[in-house]
């Protein structure tokens, strides 16, 4: 109550102080073009580029990422380029080390000359299987020269799944480091396509000996680059084309196999030659590279960072050191998914509820003050300074104290972290959308748009229209648009390699159905309202949508992650989840009992309470009955890639889920009949 009348008295003074200081919020951020089709809405482009969307950047002739790669490096030459943290002889990470555009350069054609040399001819399929790492990059960016596609492997996948893809995409030469090597050479068992592997680090004898007997030819990393400088130039450049195919990007897949989603130099090309549209990037910003580059979202993000000169610190490896790394690089950028900033707030929170009883209160009323501000769309411009300087100053430290710019992607961050993160970190806060299918890069919110829960207009290199769903009341053309998300441009794939059927099945009539439901707001941009295959039907006809359940349900304090199950012959939903540890913890020592996750995961007092709790908040959030979970069960595994519960852009699959918890779920639905 006390922070409450402390907020609105400062709100009082601030409007006083700064009467008329409205927040940015620019209206007319999309066109309509065209006729409206019979089950759709008309479709929208971004109004900077209401009469064509961009492909190229004619002036600078950038028509490929050859291209790209080319003249980025005559432009920024000595300028600092990649940058990691090595080792010392005592296995400790010293300071991020940089090499510069005209080395990046440099070893990019060594290894393509390497690789000539090896006799791979151009176009052909080159396969990574690491981590984020410099030599990764360098592989990537060499595939350019000589038009070889590339087709990164997700280093947490399965053997098996792993041996699809290679056989699928026909993948007969593939880079790996000493922790997947055993992994590679286990898929070249059962894969006879796959001849020759190049590790990044040393391999010892054992190894050679089995790709001996598998008769895989096994090179290092040293090994090709040396050969590279040797050749002296002797092969030629073979530059792609816009329409050369630069990567299949296969989807993780929540559900059966792998697609590989076929991503030409020209959608790759149009999405970083759009990005000066949103966020403008510098030569003299700073990027930490984090997110796997089996992801299609850090990979565009790397090409656009390079693109445009900045400097780009590489992720070590181990999750324990983000933290410690981005204090130490300071970067200007910085490139999330919701989960990461949720565990970003939580954090926050957790250090705050340690303060003193007068500190927490000054500090909550200051986030509130600031919070209401920017839900209300109003700006307190001394006040906000004062605030950001007393309060929120060490906070941004976190991140290195520098960021300007925050992007979210992969998945909807909700409302309170959005505005938690304004708050705490004092700089632009952006949430993007796309798909594998749209070279992750498909809607950003605009830089001066200070409003909060959009994912902004389209970018400048695709456009969007929204199709009926009438069996969920979706209406492209109703007060309120609504309708599923389709995409078409030059960023957009042509569909997935070697599957015809699939690719009929989501790209018709030149549109990528995402299968996303969006809605068109008044100011002209777009929101993603719901997931339609991820949307069910109860026994009693009511349609759930779970994952604007499971929105609301991760807002409990007890809860960490969650996955909403419903089966279509019951009336009700249920949840699994796996709930905060130190939530647990704390719980535990306040009833004096057991501290061991496993035991309060099954202690009923505890699933009584995170149960109350989550009833609260679904009922705070006007949910209606059906749409509430009657049960839950609490796991002490997190779900992860690991246990394959979630893809490595941390989506819950959810088929997955279901089979290993069936048993549980059968449980919760019995007692409850």
Excluded at 17 to 46: C, D, M, S
Aim: with cysteine; proline share 3%.
């Amino acid at each position: 109550m006390i922070n409450n009348w402390l907020a609105v008295g400062l709100l009082v003074v601030s409007g006083i102080l700064a009467f008329n200081w409205k927040r940015k919020h620019p209206y007319g951020q999309t066109v309509e073009i065209g006729e409206k089709p019979e089950n759709g809405g008309r479709i929208r482009r971004n109004s900077a580029c209401a009469d064509h969307l961009i492909s190229f950047l004619e002036d600078d002739e950038i028509y490929t990422l050859y291209d790209s790669l080319v003249k980025s490096c005559k432009k920024y030459g000595e300028r600092k380029c990649f940058g990691e943290r090595k080792k010392d002889s005592n296995g400790n990470l010293g300071k991020f080390e940089w090499i510069s555009y005209n080395t990046y350069l440099e070893r990019c054609e060594y290894i393509q000359q390497g690789l000539c040399e090896l006799g791979l001819k151009p176009k052909s399929k080159v396969g990574i299987f690491s981590k984020n790492r410099l030599e990764w990059l360098i592989v990537h960016s060499a595939s350019f020269i000589q038009s070889y596609c590339v087709v990164s492997f997700y280093e947490t996948l399965g053997v098996e799944s792993l041996s699809y893809v290679t056989e699928h995409a026909e993948i007969g030469l593939a880079f790996c480091s000493a922790e997947t090597l055993q992994k590679t050479l286990d898929i070249a068992k059962g894969v006879k396509v796959l001849k020759t592997i190049i590790c990044f680090d040393s391999i010892d004898k054992e190894h050679y000996n089995i790709a001996k007997e598998l008769g895989v030819t096994l090179y290092t990393y040293d090994e090709i680059m040396k050969k590279g400088k040797e050749a002296n130039g002797k092969h030629k450049h073979t530059p792609p084309t816009p329409d050369t195919l630069s990567t299949i990007m296969y989807t993780s897949g929540t559900t059966g196999p792998p697609k590989g989603v076929m991503i030409t130099h020209k959608n790759l090309t149009s999405v970083v030659c759009a990005v000066s549209d949103f966020i403008k990037v510098y030569d003299t910003d700073v990027h930490y590279s984090y997110l796997p580059y089996a992801h299609v979202l850090e990979r565009v993000v790397i090409l656009a960072a390079f693109h445009f000169g900045a400097a780009i610190g590489i992720f070590s490896g181990d999750i324990s050191n983000i933290l410690v790394e981005v204090k130490l690089l300071s970067p200007t950028l910085f490139i999330g998914v919701p989960r990461v900033f949720e565990r970003i707030k939580t954090n926050v929170f957790k250090e705050i509820s340690k303060k003193p009883a007068l500190l927490r209160t000054l500090f909550n009323g200051a986030y509130n003050l600031k919070y209401l501000s920017i839900q209300h769309g109003f700006k307190l411009p001394i006040i906000e300074k004062v605030l950001d300087l007393v309060f929120f100053s060490k906070i941004k430290q976190a991140l290195g104290g520098k960021v300007r710019v925050i992007l979210s992607g992969s998945a909807p961050l909700s409302f309170d972290t959005e505005v938690f993160l304004r708050v705490v970190m004092c700089c632009c806060v952006l949430q993007g959308y796309g798909a594998s299918e749209g070279c992750g890069g498909d809607a950003c919110k605009r830089l001066d748009d200070e409003s909060v829960g959009t994912i902004g207009p389209p970018f400048a290199s695709n456009e969007i229209k929204l199709v009926d769903v009438p069996e969920l009341g979706y209406d492209s053309n109703g007060e309120v648009q609504t309708g599923e998300v389709c995409l078409r441009g030059p960023s957009i794939s042509s569909g997935y390699y070697k599957d015809e059927e699939k690719t009929r099945e989501e790209f018709k009539d030149g549109w990528f159905h995402t299968g996303d439901i969006g809605r068109w707001n008044r100011d002209g941009s777009l929101s993603i309202v719901d997931r339609k295959k991820n949307i069910f039907k109860l026994s009693q006809g009511e349609y759930v949508a779970v994952e604007k359940i499971e929105t609301i349900v991760v807002k409990s304090e007890y809860v960490e992650q969650v996955c909403i199950y419903g089966d279509s012959q019951k009336s009700c939903v249920i949840a699994i989840i796996h709930p905060h540890p130190e939530s647990c913890s704390e719980w535990a020592g306040s009833k004096k009992t057991d501290k061991d996750i496993k035991e309060i995961c099954k202690n009923q007092d505890f699933i009584k309470v995170v149960l109350d709790d989550i009833i609260k908040n679904c009922k705070k959030s006007g949910l209606h009955g059906f749409e509430i979970p009657k049960a839950i069960h609490l796991t002490p595994e997190a779900f992860s890639d690991q246990n394959n519960l979630l893809t490595p852009s941390f989506k819950l699959k959810r088929h997955e889920i279901k089979k290993y918890f069936e048993d549980e779920i059968k449980k919760l639905y019995s007692k409850l009949d």
